[in-house]
């Protein structure tokens, strides 16, 4: 009886694994695809997502679109590498002739619609890109998603949607969703969209005129989104609308919102936590996946990251950095070991990969309701509850002039914008004369207003370059069309770390946020008394602005006319007076914008969380959202100092970049302080660095090495190289502090071709020290041979005296 008993009980727990197993189970079928190209840089984000795949326990099955030329296939390596198929590659359009490999993405799909016995036993699909972590299971209708109604990532940059490009190439604009990353689909909407897609991206691809940044966002401005809005413009045109969520999908660098647990990480843009970066751009040609025990490099542990960011939520969006980079790099150990390779050298890192708490931290994750919620229903939610609405448009400006000093600071102001994550658009106003833009080449680093120059006052001739600030913020307000309730103003010598949003820190219409510059004196002696009527309302704010526009505009007019009287007024140029070190008048502009605030008694809230200057200590715990490097710092014997690089051409001459600063990782540790204010240095010059790298690889510049150095190369080198050793400081535009001319400090930052290499040297020296050696032996040994042979002349006459 016993064991009758024992028996039901087995049958009974296995009914129950079953049925368990059964309700586990998708009640329709889904596919995954991913579009890739026969290249080692697709090769190695397909053995990331696949192993995600496989790791996430992601339901049904995935199928690779591999666009390949029948040349490529001959010498390929990775077809084991994924469930695949093949595709034709139209990479170069057959009729056009158009280079354009995104076109793959669509033209694989409907090739796979039509030729694969897959898609005739689909009912849901899921389409993904190959630099892709995943990292939960992706059940379209569990997250939403209706036949007619897919499922979508939000694409905000894709403001084609909102502007002449979607009336020019749908006829439905405003059934254009901004949309792309994760798409989640019924096939028979699949099957009626891919067409589409594929004529859409590839008229937007001909339509040339419309490639702009300010029409397109593509910040390249080469066409390179034209799949992108391919597909959003093909779904307007079959009416398909989606459900638009904003919290599935998250790139690397970026934090989560509170409550929100992302189930797919797209790597697609450069990321780094603390001094540790990573851009899938780097490895571009890397053969990874094929060279035994080699690994992405490695991030911080979850422990250290926990000492890097006191706030949970921003710490949360630095452990899913490291996370993405982990699950990449365990995914080509486990492929290493599946293909012959030896079992890896013990190292700490990968210990951790292959241990217990590295797989409870990765382990599947599950969506929550924060998570599921969609972007129209966060609108109609505020619509409901009588809440403040949708978050006001902002648009940062910043102003530059046509020299090649603020085309570096221009580049790497923008790339940080687009790595911040600050919402809306960013405009650089830039003051040239006419002359200058006949030889200008910079025309393509920002989104620009043109502006002409007052650098030399039109009525007093006065040479102040600085006051076209103040012009160029008046002159775009009266000949641009802007849509943003809000202005961000920042200086071109900025770095952003995050957004800087008026919601966040509290500006309002008559009530402009800024920063704090302590030492303008001027507002409490007799220089505010005699240029403005309210001298108590003067307050000493700069560098970082938020302004309502309405506020703005009232405003600007008064910014230039009292920088103009601040700079006549030479009486009063003093530094006892106006706390300028050299008693040049040379932050009128500074005073100009705080005398013009008072005198519309506009009062500012002073916010000192918002910017830090290298090389001031940080305060604890408190999240700087932007660098100002407007005066030099140092790391040790290193130092930085903006105003040295004025006369280098850092932007056209390829692979040009600032001093590397030291190794965080040779730091001294104990003092917590001085740790922390050389860490935010360093970080402030490696993104510089980063920056033009960037830039330098858009330009198409030349692989280092591949190609040699021509005549006008070496030309050039050497006048940079004479420019900036025999550099004379020039004053801050926007401080008011001294700059040092010191070239022998120069001489030892400038190591980037500009400078010989100090192991160079000491070989040179050494090779000067053994031929003036050598010469001395030669010059010995000559004069001791003429010496001998007169001395055996003499004795030769003296023996035929003696004979």
């Known amino acids: 009886m016993e064991k009758v008993s024992i028996l039901l009980l087995l049958v009974l727990l296995g009914l129950v694994i079953c049925s368990v197993e059964a309700a586990q189970k998708a009640p329709w079928r889904i596919q995954t695809l991913f579009s890739v190209e026969c290249q080692n840089y697709f090769d190695w984000q397909t053995v990331g997502l696949m192993h995600s795949f496989r790791k996430a326990k992601q339901p049904g099955h995935i199928t690779r679109l591999l666009s390949c030329t029948e040349e490529q296939k001959k010498t390929y ?84 949607c ?40 590839e008229e937007v691809r001909q339509d040339k005129a419309h490639w702009g ?10 066409g390179w989104i034209s799949e992108m809005y391919g ?18 999908m998250i790139y690397p660098g970026y934090a989560p919102r509170e409550g929100v647990e992302p189930i797919l990480l797209h790597y697609g843009l450069p990321f780094r936590v603390g001094n540790w970066s990573f ?32 706030d949970p939520n921003l710490r949360r969006g630095l452990f899913l950095s490291i996370e993405c980079i982990n699950i990449l790099n365990e995914g080509l150990l486990l492929h290493h070991a599946a293909n012959g390779c030896p079992k890896p050298a013990w190292s700490k890192y990968v210990n951790f990969l292959k241990s217990r708490a590295f797989a409870e931290l990765t382990k599947p994750k599950l969506v929550t309701p924060a998570t599921l919620e969609m972007m129209q229903d966060t609108v109609q939610d505020h619509i409901d509850h009588d809440a403040a609405g949708p978050y006001p448009k902002i648009h940062t400006v910043f102003s530059t002039e046509c020299t090649p000093y603020f085309d570096w600071q221009t580049v790497g102001l923008m790339h940080s914008f687009h790595l911040s994550g600050q919402p809306g658009n960013i405009t650089r106003l830039l003051s040239c004369s006419d002359e200058e833009l006949k030889l200008y080449k910079g025309h393509n680093l920002a989104p620009t207003h043109y502006v002409p120059s007052m650098s030399r006052h039109p009525l007093t001739g006065d040479w102040y370059p600085a006051i076209n600030k103040p012009a160029a913020v008046l002159h775009w307000l009266n000949h641009a069309n802007i849509d943003a309730e809000f202005i961000v103003i920042l200086d071109a010598d900025m770095i952003m770390r995050g957004p800087i949003t008026p919601w966040e820190f509290k500006a309002a219409r008559g009530r402009p946020v800024s920063t704090p510059y302590d030492y303008l ?74 005398f013009g605030a008072a005198e519309l008694k506009l009062r500012h809230t002073i916010n000192k ?43 056209n001459r390829c692979w040009a970049k600032f001093p590397e600063p030291p190794d965080p990782s040779k730091l001294d540790h104990n003092d917590k302080e001085s740790l922390q204010r050389n860490l935010l240095s360093i970080e402030c010059v490696k993104i510089l660095n980063e920056a033009l790298h960037l830039h330098h690889e858009r330009r198409n510049c030349p692989k280092a090495g591949s190609l040699p150095k ?48 100090s192991s160079f040297r000491l070989w040179v020296l050494f090779l000067c020290a053994f031929s003036v050696f050598g010469f001395l032996v030669v010059i010995f040994v000559v004069h001791s041979g003429r010496k001998r042979k007169v001395m055996k002349m003499k004795h030769h006459r003296a023996r035929r005296r003696n004979l």
């Open 162 to 201: 909102d502007n002449v490009l979607a009336q020019l190439h749908t006829k439905h604009p405003e059934l254009c969703d901004k949309v792309g990353g994760l798409l989640a689909m019924h096939i028979d909407d699949l099957r009626s969209l891919a067409p589409m897609w594929l004529s859409k991206t």
């Open 521 to 594: 004196i001027g507002c409490d002696n007799e220089l505010a008394k005699l240029h403005t009527s309210h001298p108590e309302a003067c307050d000493k704010v700069g560098g970082v602005i938020i302004m309502h526009i309405n506020d703005l505009r009232k405003f600007a007019l008064l910014w230039l006319h009292k920088t103009e009287e601040v700079r006549a007024d030479r009486a009063h140029y003093a530094k006892n007076i106006t706390g300028d070190e050299y008693g040049s008048g040379w932050i009128s502009e500074m005073y100009g914008y705080s």
């Open 231 to 248: 597909y959003s413009f093909g779904a307007a045109e079959v009416g398909l609308r989606h459900k638009i969520n904003d919290n599935l």
């Open 609 to 651: 969380e918002i910017m830090v200057y290298p090389g001031y200590v940080p305060e604890p715990g408190i999240k700087y959202r932007v660098f100002h490097y407007g005066l030099e710092f140092n790391v040790g014997n290193w130092s930085f100092d903006k105003a040295k690089w004025r006369e280098v051409d850092m932007v």
């Open 710 to 757: 021509s005549k006008e190369d070496a030309t050039e080198e050497s006048v940079i190289s004479r420019t900036v050793g025999n550099f004379s400081g020039n004053l801050d535009s926007k401080g008011n502090h001294k700059s040092t001319n010191d070239s022998e400090e120069l001489a030892s930052d400038s190591k980037d071709g500009t400078v010989i290499p």
């Open 77 to 160: 390596r990775g077809m084991h590498l994924a469930p695949t198929f093949e595709v034709p590659s139209i990479s170069k359009h057959p009729t056009t002739g158009d280079w354009y490999p995104a076109i793959n993405k669509p033209a694989g799909v409907l090739y796979w619609l039509k030729h694969s016995k897959e898609a005739e036993n689909i009912d849901w699909v899921i389409i993904l890109d190959a630099d892709m972590i995943i990292r939960g299971r992706i059940v379209p209708w569990k997250l939403g998603a209706e036949k007619g109604r897919p499922v979508a990532a939000y694409y905000g940059y894709l403001r084609g």
């Open 213 to 222: 940044v300010n029409i397109t966002g593509d910040i390249y401005e080469k």
């Open 279 to 310: 851009s899938k751009a780097d490895h571009d040609e890397d053969d990874i996946i094929y060279n035994c025990g080699q690994l992405f490099p490695q991030p911080p542990y979850p422990r250290e990251v926990k000492q890097l960011e006191t």
